[in-house]
């Protein structure tokens, strides 16, 4: 595998579940990030982790819980999700916080 | 707050014709203007990106103008080519937090054969 790999590509839950998304990146990045694409909206960052280290929470509802074990992995733990956080979930990778950022090809996900 | 505003929404342009997406920023500390290309089940990938210091940076038929005074940037797409049709985001960084990207709402381009 080469890149940025994200699992699930699709998701469906309900509001009560718990589910996790995860990360990979293969090009021995430092800075990894999450990012919401909702339809017609801008991306809107969400999570920056920098060395394991998280250094930027964007207001994100407490409903989405990060984790960073290393540098190549970065997961997205959801609970009790809303009907509005449906939308697709992209991670990035990059050297360091402010270089150049590589994408994932996404999480689809429905909350129904 | 949307720093970075984008338009238009949808373009659809013929095969051989000029594509041009603009976009304005409001933040002048921003120091990084980047332009992403999306397939359809991809994430987005850098396609060019520029900085302020100059007015204009070309890469094969890809070209951004930058107008610093009037902040707004521009991506122009010559010879279009049905396989450039793509959702296209243009992006700021810099300033305060260089761990921040503000991205505009994205251009969906269609390139008619």
């Known amino acids: 595998e080469t890149g940025v790999t994200q699992t699930p590509r699709h998701l469906v839950m309900g509001m009560t579940n718990k589910k996790s998304l995860k990360c990979e990146q293969h090009l021995g990045h430092n800075a990894m990030y999450w990012y919401k694409q909702s339809a017609k909206k801008p991306l809107e960052l969400m999570f920056v982790y920098n060395f394991k280290e998280q250094t930027e929470n964007n207001s994100v509802p407490s409903r989405f819980s990060p984790e960073c074990p290393n540098s190549s992995h970065l997961f997205l733990h959801l609970h009790t999700l809303q009907p509005e956080d449906s939308a697709l979930y992209l991670c990035?990778?990059?050297?360091?916080?402010?270089?150049?950022?590589?994408f994932g090809p996404g999480t689809r996900l429905t909350v129904l | 707050q949307q720093q970075v505003k984008q338009s238009p929404q949808s373009l659809i342009v013929q095969k051989g014709g000029i594509s041009i997406i603009n976009c304005a920023y409001e933040n002048t500390a921003f120091d990084y203007f980047p332009w992403y290309q999306q397939f359809p089940g991809k994430g987005p990938a850098l396609l060019i990106a520029i900085r302020p210091d100059v007015s204009e940076k070309k890469e094969g038929r890809f070209t951004i103008s930058f107008n610093k005074s009037a902040k707004q940037f521009s991506l122009h797409i010559m010879d279009s080519q049905p396989g450039d049709s793509a959702t296209y985001f243009c992006a700021a960084r810099g300033g305060y937090n260089n761990n921040d990207m503000r991205f505009g709402a994205g251009t969906r381009l269609t390139v008619k054969p």
């Open positions: 990035a990778s990059s050297v360091g916080t402010g270089n150049e950022q590589f």
